[in-house]
């Protein structure tokens, strides 16, 4: 699958944050944050919160 690249603007604390967690799980910051996005989309979802994205298109 083809990557692409994500900003986002955070302030001080949660990026410092961000970087222990990423630590802590022996990932790099990008691959931690990957996961912890996919696993509240994933969450939302699951709570019909979301459009399911097997209906949106690509």
Known sequence: ???????ADVEPELKRRGKIAAVNH??????WV??????E????????????RTSVLP
């Not at 699958?1 to 900003?7: C, E, I, V």
């Open 26 to 31: 022996e990932r790099s910051v990008s691959e």
């Open 34 to 39: 990957e996961e912890a996005v996919r696993r």
């Open 1 to 7: 699958m083809a990557r692409m690249r994500l900003t």
């Open 41 to 52: 989309l994933d969450r939302e979802e699951a709570e019909g919160r979301l459009i399911p």
